[in-house]
C-alpha cells in the first residue's frame, strides 16, 4: 500500500510539471511572465487537488532546487558589468536587506498585534529579492545588461544575507541565541561564506583544467554547486552566498581558459536546462503550499505589510543607490544609474522560493507562527503576481523598448562570463 500511495503522488507530480510546461508555452505566447502561469497553477492544484499528496518541506527547496538555480545565475553573470556595479549590489544586498527587515519589522510592531520579534521575523522572510523570481523573469526582458547584471546578482547575493539574518532572527526569538551572539554570527556567515565559494571555485577550475573530457568538466560543476552549498551549510555558514561566489569565480577561471569549446557549449547547456526546470518546480510549489482562506484572514496585516516592504524598498534603491551613488560621485563599483534603470530595481524586488522555504522552516511552536506565516505568504504572493505580471510594463514605460535594443542589451561574445541573450 505504500508504494502504490508513492506511485500515486509520483504520478501526481509529473502531471503537474506537464500541466506547469504546458502553462509556460501558453504564456509565452500570450506574453505573460512564466512565473504568474506557474503560481496561478499551484494556487489552482492547491484548492481543486487537496489530496496530492505533495509535501513541501524547506529542505526541498533550499537543498534541492534553489542551488543549481543560483548556480546557473552566478555562473552566467558577465564579470565587466559584475566589477562595475560590485559596490551597488553589496550595498543592496546586505544593508539594504537588514534596513527593509527591520522597516517592515517596525510598521507591522507598531500597527497589527505581532510583537517586534514577530513582526522583525516577517521582515527577515521578505527582506531579499528571490534569485528565482528576478532571474525567471529578466531572462525574458531585453534590458540593458548592466542594469541585468545588478537586479540578477543582487537577488543572488541578498537571499544569502536574508537567509542568514532570519536564522539569527529567529534564534533571538526563540531564546536560542543572545543579541551580541546573532550579530557576530551573521557578520561572520556573510564574510566567511564568500571566501569558501572562492576557494571551491577556484579549485573546480583548476580540476576542469586538468581534463579535456567533456561529460567530466559538466560533472565538476554539479559536484561544485551542491557540495559548496552543502559544505557551507554543515558548518552553519551561507550556501547561498557561497555557491554564488564559486559560481562566478568558475565563470572567471574556467570559462577563460580552463574549459574546452566543447565543455563550455555542454556546460551552458546543461544548466541552462536544469535553472529551467527546477525554477518551473519551485514556482508551482510556491502556488501549492500557499492557503487562500488563511490569506483571507489576515488581509489586513498582509496589506501593510505590502506597503511597509514596498516604502522600505524605495528607501534602499532611490536613497542608497540614487542619492548615495550621486553624493559620492560615482566611485569605483558604484555606477550612477539613470532614474528609469532606478524605477526598474525598485519594482524588481519580487519574492518567492526562498521566503517561502523559511516560512515552512518556522517551529509549529512559535507563539504567532501562523500570523507571521499568512503575512509572509501574503507578500510573498503580491509580489508575483502583482510586480512579476507588471515589471515588463515598467520596463516599457520607463526604459522603453528603443533602448532595450543594441549591444547592451543583447549578446557579448568576447569574454568569460558572457551572458548570450539572456537579458
Do not use: C
Amino acid at each position: 500500500m505504500t508504494v502504490g500511495l508513492e506511485l500515486a503522488t509520483v504520478a501526481a507530480f509529473v502531471i503537474l510539471i506537464a500541466a506547469a510546461i504546458a502553462v509556460v508555452v501558453v504564456a509565452r505566447r500570450v506574453g505573460v511572465p512564466d512565473t504568474v502561469g506557474l503560481v496561478l497553477l499551484g494556487l489552482a492544484a492547491s484548492v481543486l487537488l487537496p489530496r496530492l499528496g505533495l509535501e513541501v518541506t524547506p529542505e526541498l527547496v533550499l537543498l534541492v532546487l534553489l542551488p543549481g538555480i543560483i548556480f546557473d545565475g552566478g555562473y552566467r553573470t558577465h564579470v565587466e558589468d559584475l566589477r562595475q556595479s560590485l559596490g551597488a549590489i553589496l550595498v543592496l544586498a546586505v544593508p539594504g536587506v537588514i534596513i527593509v527587515a527591520a522597516f517592515t519589522g517596525l510598521v507591522l510592531d507598531l500597527t497589527t498585534e505581532l510583537t517586534f520579534g514577530q513582526a522583525f521575523l516577517v521582515g527577515a522572510i521578505v527582506s531579499a529579492t528571490d534569485p528565482a523570481a528576478v532571474i525567471a523573469t529578466f531572462r525574458r526582458l531585453r534590458t540593458p545588461r548592466l542594469l541585468g547584471t545588478v537586479v540578477e546578482t543582487e537577488s543572488l547575493v541578498n537571499d544569502g544575507t536574508g537567509v542568514v539574518l532570519f536564522t539569527v532572527a529567529l534564534a533571538v526569538l526563540t531564546g536560542g541565541a543572545p543579541e551580541t551572539s546573532g550579530v557576530v554570527t551573521f557578520l561572520a556567515a556573510v564574510v566567511v561564506s564568500p571566501l569558501l565559494g572562492i576557494a571551491a571555485g577556484y579549485i573546480a577550475a583548476r580540476l576542469i583544467g586538468m581534463t579535456t573530457d567533456h561529460l567530466l568538466e559538466v560533472s565538476i560543476t554539479i559536484v561544485l554547486a551542491y557540495g559548496v552549498y552543502a559544505g557551507a551549510e554543515a558548518v552553519h555558514l551561507s550556501g547561498i552566498l557561497a555557491t554564488v561566489t564559486a559560481a562566478v569565480t568558475l565563470g572567471i577561471f574556467g570559462r577563460g581558459s580552463a574549459m574546452s569549446a566543447r565543455a563550455r557549449d555542454a556546460i551552458d547547456a546543461f544548466w541552462e536546462v536544469v535553472a529551467f526546470v527546477l525554477t518551473v518546480i519551485v514556482f508551482l510549489l510556491v502556488g501549492v503550499v500557499i492557503e487562500l482562506e488563511a490569506l483571507a484572514r489576515a488581509a489586513g496585516p498582509i496589506v501593510i505589510g505590502i506597503l511597509a516592504i514596498t516604502v522600505g524598498r524605495a528607501i534602499v534603491v532611490y536613497g542608497l543607490i540614487g542619492v548615495g551613488a550621486r553624493a559620492l560621485r560615482g566611485p569605483r563599483g558604484m555606477p550612477k544609474m539613470p532614474l528609469p534603470w532606478l524605477h526598474v530595481l525598485f519594482w524588481s524586488g519580487l519574492r518567492g522560493a526562498v521566503a517561502v522555504a523559511l516560512v515552512l522552516s518556522i517551529p509549529r511552536g512559535l507563539d504567532g507562527r501562523d500570523l507571521v506565516a499568512d503575512v509572509a505568504f501574503g507578500i510573498i504572493l503580491f509580489t508575483l503576481l502583482a510586480q512579476g505580471s507588471t515589471i515588463g510594463i515598467v520596463i516599457d514605460r520607463t526604459i522603453g523598448p528603443a533602448r532595450r535594443g543594441g549591444p547592451s542589451a543583447g549578446t557579448d561574445e568576447a569574454g568569460p562570463g558572457a551572458r548570450p541573450a539572456k537579458l
